[in-house]
């Protein structure tokens, strides 16, 4: 992925409502809330939601020879945002579209979505993604999770140095580094 398509996959987690909406700014959010993670616990999902938000996010971005969402630290990510940023009815819609999910995997036969099998899960959170413009429910939740499993993600700097090999926006200008042209 290029740093181009990168910025560009931010845009959706842009139009949250508690995100800068300006780029650099965003970018630097995220990057000072990543460097929070390691120093604050989960406060916001409890145990089941934690479970639940982490399976659809390695879903979103797997591990595979790259690190995924859990290794980007991802879930805790989206709790410092739910804890610290969210408003009180942001949290709750999401909380009870958390619920939601929860409740949809119940209707597939299976007590919850994280003990799904495979198939199942992914049939469902194509359900969910379908249902992503909605403004209550399973299908919102996921719209966030997506976001921000995507803003997360590519803001941490696991993603920056080991998959994008970079950082995203540049620390100053040094203007006496020799200029070599690409050919």
Known sequence: MQRREAVRALGAALAL???????????????????????VP?????????????????????????????SAKVPEFIDLILTEWASDEEREVFLAGLKDIDVRAVAAGSPKFIDMPGVGRGTLVTGLDAARADKTGGGRAFAR????????YFTSKVAQQDILKTQMFFNGYDGNVPFTPRV
């Open 145 to 152: 999770i997506k976001s921000l499993t995507v803003y997360g």
């Open 42 to 70: 989960f406060r916001t999902l409890n145990r089941d939601q934690q479970a639940l938000v982490t399976a659809i996010a390695e879903m979103i971005i797997p591990e595979t020879d790259t690190p995924g969402a859990t």
């Open 17 to 39: 409502p508690f995100i800068p909406s300006n780029s650099d700014a965003a970018i630097e959010f995220a990057e000072s809330l990543h460097r929070r993670l390691a120093d």
